[in-house]
């Protein structure tokens, strides 16, 4: 059976609005123009936008432990945004006993597992076997998270809205379609 590798951001969802939720957590809610205007130069990274507008200087791992906090938070008090559900995910519903999904994102586990609840795709997923950020410290435009995956499935498609994830499916060998 072939299995479907899918990245989350910007493939089922758009995270941005998650993201900036916790960011609004972590930096207070004054921050809304200067997130948005860092956002808007290009930088997407959550913790790169933190540590431009911070005062507490932190190291990463410091960093995704407050982000973790923060979603966790925001999860419990229900203050999370609605999330958006991209045309795939009706498509994953419709074929979910067609193939295996698996995803490979660069995100948290906690938002990820959030994400697929609301989008109906929990049970869907082998969440075993996908691969986060708590996963494998490497992105996908290395390949290695996306070969890690095709080592387990070795008859696997990437499906992405990223230029950088087709980089790393071409060096983990594995067809991609970009949407």
Do not use: H
């Not at 956002?39 to 913790?47: A, E």
């Not at 597992?113 to 410290?137: G, H, Q, Y």
């Not at 070795?154 to 594995?174: F, M, Q, R, Y």
């Amino acid at each position: 059976m072939l299995t479907i590798i899918c990245d989350i951001d910007g493939t089922l969802t758009d995270m941005w609005p998650i993201e900036k939720a916790i960011l609004l957590k972590l930096l207070g809610e004054n921050k809304t123009d200067e997130i948005e205007k860092i956002k808007s130069s290009g930088i997407s990274d959550t913790y790169a936008i933190f540590s431009n507008l911070s005062k507490q200087k932190i190291d990463a791992e410091k960093y995704f432990t407050k982000y973790n906090q923060a979603f966790l938070k925001l999860k419990m008090d229900k203050n999370l945004p609605k999330i958006k559900k991209y045309p795939i995910v009706n498509w994953i519903i419709r074929n979910k006993n067609k193939y295996n999904f698996v995803y490979a994102t660069g995100g948290q586990k906690e938002e990820t597992s959030f994400v697929l609840r609301a989008l109906k795709l929990l049970d869907i997923f082998d969440l075993k076997n996908s691969i986060d950020k708590s996963d494998c410290e490497f992105s996908k435009q290395t390949g290695i998270p996306l070969q890690i995956l095709k080592n387990k499935y070795p008859n696997c498609i990437l499906i992405t809205d990223s230029e950088s994830d087709c980089v790393g499916a071409k060096i983990a060998k594995i067809p991609f379609l970009k949407i």
